[in-house]
């Protein structure tokens, strides 16, 4: 019984799992790849992404012919599940293994379901950018920093959706990007962009300029600095953002990255976890919007307004 128990907002130091997120982020790349390469595109890329699922991170239903498949991260069971329409499972272990290696299992199980599937098979947004059937390099998997992974990916996700709700203008799902690894949910303006000046190390920049072509605010959640770190950031940025006085007292406007950032162990840390990290969400978007000129009376809304209803 005690397996289902869970610590809420686990802690994780990114020294003690460096090598396994590395590892866990060319597969999530793999995977992701596979999704981009059957689901029609979306705007800002939002067809490539995973989602948080109750056991890990998955791609939802992609369309296949007349059918469809899905491939699910499992960090309960440590597995990566295909499971096609067809009624057809195929199962890839989650364990210390090359990325040459999951590539090609995982490539042969969708050959094995029928699903014929050809990816740009080399990672992006990082550097180096090793094939993945020749990448030896990143082979190291902790199963219990995966899972831990998860579950902050878990808190993360259900406080981000919760702020989501406040906004009734065009956003995104809150999901994960497997190019910087990253959980994140944008809201937007309704006004177009300026051109993206990309940048991104090995992906091209009609790429940035697909997902920024109008002006957001962007949340979300990043494993890195000591423990992980939330971020929020604009694009355009405003004038007087990065001044913008915003909550709680641990954030801070981050030069080097052009963001807001909180740590990760300032949320874990404090009285009300939930609360800290909503008014860190709230607050930098506010700075978006009254810096930015958003129209917050059309684009904003109670999220409880249906209990007048009686729903």
């Known amino acids: 019984m005690g397996e289902h128990r869970h610590e809420p907002w686990p802690r994780l130091r990114v020294a003690d799992w460096t090598d396994t997120r ?20 979306v705007n800002h890329w939002w067809q490539v992404t995973l989602y948080v699922s109750p056991r890990g991170l998955t791609t939802s239903a992609i369309p296949y012919r007349s059918g469809a498949f899905d491939m699910e991260f499992d960090f309960v069971g440590h597995l990566l599940r295909i499971r096609s329409s067809n009624g057809e499972e195929r199962r890839v272990a989650l364990e210390p293994k090359p990325v040459a290696d999951f590539y090609a299992e995982t490539m042969d199980h969708l050959v094995g379901l029928g699903i014929e599937t050809t990816i740009q098979a080399r990672p992006n947004e990082v550097e180096p950018s090793i094939p993945f059937a020749d990448d030896r390099q990143h082979a190291s998997y902790d199963p219990r920093a995966a899972r831990l992974f998860w579950r902050q990916l878990l808190e993360a996700n259900r406080v981000i959706g919760e702020f989501r709700s406040h906004f009734v203008g065009k956003v995104s799902p809150v999901h994960f990007f497997w190019g910087a690894m990253d959980l994140a949910c944008t809201r937007f303006s309704g006004r177009v962009a300026p051109r993206h000046p990309g940048g991104a190390p090995n992906c091209g920049d009609w790429v940035m300029e697909e997902g920024y072509s109008r002006e957001l605010s962007s949340c979300g959640f990043w494993p890195g600095l000591e423990e992980g770190a939330f971020y929020a950031y604009a694009y355009p940025e405003p004038d007087g953002f990065a001044d913008y006085a915003v909550a709680p007292d641990a954030a801070y406007y981050s030069r080097e990255n052009g963001q807001f950032l909180l740590p990760y162990e300032a949320v874990a840390t404090a009285d009300d976890p939930d609360a800290t990290l909503s008014a860190f969400l709230h ?14 009376d059309t684009l904003e809304d109670d999220p409880h307004r249906l209990a007048r209803h009686h729903v």
């Open 22 to 41: 590395d590892t866990l982020h060319m597969w999530t790349q793999i995977v992701g790849k596979i999704r981009l390469a059957h689901a029609p595109l």
């Open 283 to 296: 607050s930098t978007y506010e700075a978006a919007a009254v810096r930015g000129g958003w129209d917050r």
